[in-house]
């Protein structure tokens, strides 16, 4: 399954993911995320980060909080 680096914010499986999030895809979903803008194929050299998942309502949150 690879690795897609995240380039802006999307919610997939649930969950809110932020830009320079690593995701771990099946094919068909890499290829879905990579074709609409969303995400990059991940690679060593990347500079994101495996940060934390937050779900919608934490985002929404943090944003409200600054």
Request: charged share 25%; aromatic share 4%.
């Amino acid at each position: 399954m690879p690795k897609l680096l995240m380039k802006k914010p999307h919610t997939h499986g649930g969950f809110l993911h932020a830009a320079g999030d690593v995701l771990q895809v099946d094919e068909a979903d890499a290829a879905w995320l990579i074709n609409h803008g969303v995400a990059d194929i991940h690679s060593a050299s990347s500079s994101g980060n495996n940060r934390k998942k937050k779900s919608p309502q934490e985002l929404k949150q943090e944003q409200q909080h600054g």
